[in-house]
């Protein structure tokens, strides 16, 4: 069974751009959450897909917007970039008991 | 709107002493209280969960209370190890949204050997 994996894992972007992350649920989760952590903070719910459906939605500005496809692995991306968005963006799949599943998470920094 | 507040922020103990987390959530429907690890540049890992229909959980060195009327909640670790250093997170499942977790902002727990 495989986990949670993330990609990129580390990268670097400047005020203005675009940044698409990737994630790949745990086997036959079909739930996928993304979360944002700044460094030292707790992490921050930007929204969550259930079989190719937003079903939830932190309070992230529409920006902020993502993708779940049929094999339940997701995207997330970010357009016109921000220096505040510089965090760790991590990736979490669950099924029914409530908890999640992370990945390594994929670090973006914004110059 | 919904918050949880976490202390202390760092927590030094020495090896085989006990640790205690405490955290405090607002919203009075939650009802999923997960507790997660996060070590140095690694993913959060879950280390154990209470739902609001139980007031402790217990599981080997680590066990956690929860007090529905005080809305708040606590972590307990006993007879700590080194490789319990770590930062920890509370979080409170979010009444809006399947999974959505409303989390702490961690503690920084080392154990001195």
């Known amino acids: 069974e495989t986990g949670v994996t993330q990609s990129p894992t580390h990268l670097i972007k400047t005020r203005g751009q675009q940044v698409t992350l990737r994630c790949s649920s745990q086997?036959?989760?079909?739930?996928v959450s993304w979360y944002q952590q700044a460094l030292g903070q707790g992490p921050q719910f930007i929204f969550q897909?259930?079989?190719?459906?937003?079903?939830g939605r932190g309070n992230f500005p529409p920006r902020f917007s993502g993708l779940q496809f049929p094999n339940y692995s997701s995207e997330l991306n970010v357009n016109a970039l921000e220096l505040d968005d510089s965090a760790l963006y991590l990736c979490?799949?669950?099924?029914?008991?409530?908890?999640?599943?992370f990945g390594e998470g994929s670090r973006l920094t914004v110059l | 709107g919904e918050n949880v507040e976490q202390h202390p922020s760092t927590l030094s103990v020495q090896e085989g002493d006990s640790a205690v987390i405490k955290c405090t959530y607002s919203?009075?429907?939650?009802?999923?209280f997960p507790w997660y690890k996060q070590e140095l540049g690694k993913r959060p890992q879950l280390i154990i969960d209470?739902?609001?229909?139980?007031g402790e959980k217990k599981d080997q060195r680590i066990a956690v209370t929860l007090n529905k009327t005080a809305k708040h909640f606590s972590l307990h670790i006993t007879e700590t190890q080194p490789e319990d250093s770590a930062v920890y997170f509370c979080?409170?499942?979010?009444?809006?949204?399947?999974?959505?977790?409303?989390f702490g902002t961690g503690t920084r727990l080392k154990v001195l050997a």
């Open positions: 979490a799949s669950s099924l029914n008991t409530g908890e999640l599943f």
């Open positions: 086997s036959g989760h079909n739930t």
């Open positions: 897909y259930y079989r190719e459906e937003e079903n």
């Open positions: 919203d009075s429907a939650s009802n999923y």
């Open positions: 209470i739902r609001s229909n139980v």
């Open positions: 979080a409170a499942s979010s009444p809006s949204g399947t999974y959505k977790y409303i």
